[in-house]
């Protein structure tokens, strides 16, 4: 079946420094969706970026992401993060249903 | 803007009660989708929906059934509550594979089974 893997589960950063988050994907479907969302604390998750086209780089909010699907993979990226930019960060995959990862907890210290 | 509703907020439950998790949507979305979010295993697919009077095992479907009356209105029932359920569980609803993909979430329903 379908599944998500995001390898860290908590990624500490000091403030300015680049930010890469994994995303790895395995679906059988052949033109998934991929997705990032962000989830604040005692909040619900909420849509950050989201891509189905090949080697397209997909920006929102500052971060950016780009579908390979030649490695099945959807990193999130972003230049410098900032202390508002701790948050869980899960991946998600929609082939033939919405599927997530686990989830990274992003910490950025001052 | 779209809308998705989750009844109630919270909730303390009985061990062996039955238990019903509410969700409505004003997006006149065909999918909808229920998970449950515990720590170290993010958020788990538990039933989900392709349409009113359908409605799929997840992931994670053991303990939990699920009803799609309606377009709007999306149920998660645990007949027999077990403290193992208590979870923050989430409701989501969203088109299937169009170029304007958003799966929008509800708040959340904390639920406590003792």
């Known amino acids: 079946g379908d599944s998500v893997t995001q390898t860290e589960g908590l990624v500490t950063l000091t403030e300015g420094l680049p930010v890469m988050l994994n995303c790895t994907y395995q679906?059988?479907?052949?033109?998934?969706?991929l997705f990032w969302y962000v989830q604040h604390l005692n909040e619900s998750p909420r849509l950050l970026l989201k891509s189905f086209t090949d080697n397209k780089r997909t920006e929102h909010q500052g971060f950016h992401a780009t579908l390979h699907k030649s490695s099945s993979s959807f990193h999130l990226q972003k230049s410098s993060a900032q202390l508002s930019d701790s948050a869980l960060y899960y991946c998600?995959?929609?082939?033939?249903?919405?599927?997530f990862g686990t989830g990274t907890s992003l910490l950025v210290d001052p | 803007e779209a809308a998705v509703t989750q009844s109630p907020r919270n909730k303390v439950a009985v061990t062996g009660g039955k238990v019903t998790l509410s969700c409505n949507q004003t997006n006149n979305h065909n999918n909808m989708y229920w998970y449950r979010q515990d720590t170290g295993h993010g958020l788990r697919l538990i039933h989900y929906s392709y349409g009113a009077g359908s409605t799929e095992k997840g992931d994670i479907p053991d303990g939990y059934k699920a009803s799609r009356p309606s377009q709007e209105n999306f149920s998660l029932i645990l007949e027999l509550a077990t403290p193992s359920q208590t979870s923050v569980y989430f409701c989501?609803?969203?088109?299937?594979?169009?170029?304007?993909?958003?799966?929008?979430f509800g708040s959340g329903t904390r639920l406590l089974v003792i």
């Open positions: 679906t059988i479907y052949s033109n998934p969706f």
């Open positions: 998600a995959l929609m082939g033939y249903k919405l599927t």
């Open positions: 989501a609803s969203g088109d299937a594979r169009t170029a304007n993909s958003d799966y929008t």
